[in-house]
């Protein structure tokens, strides 16, 4: 993801939705428990809640959407949960892909798919192929995904290209690396949302999250709504984003 985005400096109401919103899906387990449920039935509700948000989002106007969907680290669940949740992929490339497709959302997926299942990769593979051409919004699935593991992958290209005598270590600035991250065309965040009350990254979007705004909600995940995205989206009006520089009102 290109890491030079620059957003107005408006806050407020005048100010233009996110064109970025990327989500951590967090709260299903706890959402399930405190209702004596499974853990897989709060992931299960929670493909329901990412439906809705899908809607939502385009009818906020947001045109990239990111989801965290499976982390790197989530390899330390059970193989059961495990199973579940990509059990819960399949279903939704099944079911859901025919109706994103007419829709207009293009999928993009983010991460490492090198040690997943052949069909996954394929069902993956076909997501992004088939809709491809689309551009209502852009529906990037971070799967198998890891913020450290991205950077360190796009180093190792990097420092490929180095001892190929292909680069200069010289030329590598932060721009550069940037371009080498898994979606580089895809512009940063402008809002990461974390669902569930925790108040952290987690390994997610690290680099792209340099000037994001951060909103942490208490709702669970399979509790999310459209009204919970506007009313994150409100709070992101109301910060005053500087990136770095003086604030717009006052220069100072
Ligand atoms: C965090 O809740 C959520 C996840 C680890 C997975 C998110 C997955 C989905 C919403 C469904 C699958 C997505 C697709 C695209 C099919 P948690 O289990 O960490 O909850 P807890 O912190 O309350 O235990």
């Known amino acids: 993801m290109n890491s030079n985005a620059a957003a107005p400096a408006v806050t407020g109401p005048d100010r233009p939705a996110p064109l970025h919103v990327a989500i951590i ?61 990509f059990g819960l992929l399949r279903r939704f490339i099944h079911n859901d892909l025919a109706i994103l497709h007419r829709d207009g959302v ?42 450290r593991q991205e950077i360190a992958g796009a180093a190792q ?23 080498y991250l898994d979606a580089p065309d895809i512009p940063d965040p402008d809002l990461i949302i974390r669902t569930s009350g925790e108040q952290r990254l987690s390994n997610f979007l690290m680099w792209q999250a340099a000037y994001s705004e951060l909103v942490f909600v208490p709702i669970h995940w399979p509790d999310f709504d459209k009204a919970a995205l506007e009313s994150a989206i ?13 604030a717009a009102k006052t220069g100072s």
């Open 157 to 179: 290209r990097l420092a490929r290209e180095v001892a190929e005598g292909k680069r200069d270590p010289a030329s590598i600035d932060a721009d550069t690396l940037g371009q």
């Open 234 to 246: 409100a709070e992101y009006a109301r910060r005053e984003r500087r990136f770095g520089g003086l």
């Open 25 to 85: 899906m967090d709260g299903n387990g706890r959402w399930a428990a405190a209702r004596g449920l499974p853990r897989t039935e709060g992931h299960r509700r929670g493909v329901d809640a990412l439906r809705r948000v899908v809607r939502a989002a385009h009818e906020l106007g947001v045109l990239y959407l990111t989801i965290f969907s499976f982390s790197s680290e989530n390899w330390s669940r059970p193989a059961s949960e495990i199973g579940d949740l």
């Open 106 to 147: 293009r999928v993009r997926v983010i991460g490492e798919r090198e040690g997943l299942e052949p069909d996954i990769c394929a069902l993956l593979n076909e997501a992004e192929e088939l809709t491809r051409s689309n551009a209502k919004l852009n529906l990037v699935v971070a799967f198998n995904y890891g913020s």
